[in-house]
C-alpha cells in the first residue's frame, strides 16, 4: 500500500490535483492536509471590486455570434481609465467578453492565453472549444466563490461549435446559462428589450446583428452613468475571429432637451 502514500498524507488525486479531503487551490495547487488542518495561511480578501467595467452585449446571427463591450475602467464613479479592451480573441474558435472587476479579467485571461499557448506547443491539431470554455470558466468561478474569494466578473463567451454558432453567459458565482441574447450588468435591463425583440422579427445576418449591437451601446450610453463612447466590437464566425479597433460613439445630448442645465 505504500504507492498510496501516508494515511496522514496522502497523495493527490493527480499532479498538482488536491489530495484526499484537502482543498483545492486554483489554477492547480493542492493545500497539503485534511480539511479544517491545511497549512496555507488564512487570509482577509477584499470583499468588493476597485476598478469595475459595464456591460457586455453578445447577439447571435444565422452564421456566428457578434460581442460589444465598451473600455471605461471605472474607480467607484470616477471614470478613471478610459483604454481597458475587455474583448478577447481566445482561439479562431472562441470569442470572449468580461463584465466586472478589470484586474480579476486580467488574471484570467492571463491564465487562458497561456492554456492556449500550451495547447499550441503540443501541436496535436485540436483547439478549445466554446463549450469547453464555457463549462471550464463556471467549475473556476464556482471554486473561487466556494473560497469566499470569487472572480467578480461576469464573461460572455462566443463562439464557433461544430458549425453552429454557440453563445453563454457566466457569473461570478459560477451560475451558467446559454441564450440567444445576452446582456450583462445594466444591460440586462436596458438592452435585452431591443436584443429579443430584433431576434422575434426573425434571423438577422451579420451586419443587421452588429448594427444591433451599436445601438445598444448607443442606447448604454445615454442610459447608463458608467458607460464610455467608445467601444470594440467582436465577430466570429466559422471563418474565424475579427475583433475590430476600438470606436467612438457619434452622440447627440440634443436629444435631451427636456433636461435644464443650471
Keep these: 500500500m505504500a504507492f498510496m502514500g501516508d494515511m496522514i498524507n496522502p497523495l493527490p488525486f493527480w499532479q498538482n490535483g488536491p489530495a484526499p479531503a484537502a482543498f483545492y487551490n486554483f489554477p492547480g495547487n493542492s493545500s497539503n492536509g485534511p480539511i479544517g488542518q491545511s497549512t496555507q495561511d488564512f487570509k482577509a480578501h477584499s470583499a468588493n471590486p476597485i476598478t469595475t467595467t459595464t456591460t457586455v452585449i453578445g447577439l447571435k446571427f444565422d452564421k456566428g455570434c457578434v460581442i460589444a463591450a465598451d473600455t471605461l475602467g471605472s474607480y467607484g464613479s470616477l471614470a478613471r481609465f478610459r483604454d481597458c479592451p475587455r474583448v478577447l480573441k481566445v482561439n479562431d474558435l472562441i470569442l470572449l467578453g468580461s463584465?466586472?472587476?478589470?484586474?480579476?479579467?486580467?488574471?484570467?485571461?492571463?491564465?487562458?492565453?497561456?492554456?492556449?499557448?500550451?495547447?499550441?506547443?503540443?501541436?496535436?491539431?485540436?483547439?478549445?472549444?466554446?463549450?469547453s470554455l464555457y463549462?471550464?470558466?463556471?467549475?473556476?468561478?464556482?471554486?473561487?466563490?466556494?473560497?469566499?474569494?470569487?472572480?467578480?466578473?461576469?464573461?460572455?463567451?462566443?463562439?464557433?461549435?461544430?458549425?453552429?454558432?454557440?453563445?453563454?453567459?457566466?457569473?461570478?458565482?459560477?451560475?451558467?446559462?446559454?441564450?440567444?441574447?445576452?446582456?450583462?450588468?445594466?444591460?440586462?435591463?436596458?438592452?435585452?428589450?431591443?436584443?429579443?425583440?430584433?431576434?422575434?422579427?426573425?434571423?438577422?445576418?451579420?451586419?443587421?446583428?452588429?448594427?444591433?449591437?451599436?445601438?445598444?451601446?448607443?442606447?448604454?450610453?445615454?442610459?447608463?452613468?458608467?458607460?464610455?463612447?467608445?467601444y470594440q466590437l467582436g465577430v466570429v464566425t466559422a471563418d474565424g475571429v475579427i475583433v475590430e479597433d476600438p470606436v467612438e460613439l457619434k452622440h447627440d445630448w440634443t436629444l435631451a432637451h427636456m433636461i435644464q442645465m443650471k
Design 135 to 230: 463549462c471550464w470558466l463556471t467549475r473556476v468561478l464556482y471554486n473561487k466563490r466556494s473560497k469566499m474569494d470569487p472572480l467578480w466578473n461576469n464573461y460572455v463567451v462566443a463562439g464557433i461549435q461544430d458549425g453552429e454558432p454557440f453563445l453563454g453567459a457566466v457569473d461570478k458565482l459560477g451560475t451558467a446559462y446559454e441564450d440567444a441574447t445576452i446582456a450583462t450588468g445594466m444591460g440586462a435591463y436596458m438592452a435585452t428589450p431591443l436584443l429579443r425583440d430584433a431576434l422575434e422579427k426573425g434571423p438577422l445576418d451579420e451586419e443587421s446583428a452588429k448594427a444591433l449591437a451599436r445601438k445598444c451601446m448607443e442606447v448604454l450610453f445615454y442610459r447608463d452613468a458608467r458607460s464610455f463612447p467608445r
Design 99 to 131: 463584465g466586472g472587476d478589470y484586474a480579476d479579467y486580467q488574471y484570467l485571461r492571463d491564465i487562458i492565453e497561456q492554456k492556449i499557448i500550451d495547447e499550441q506547443c503540443i501541436g496535436d491539431g485540436l483547439q478549445l472549444k466554446p463549450k
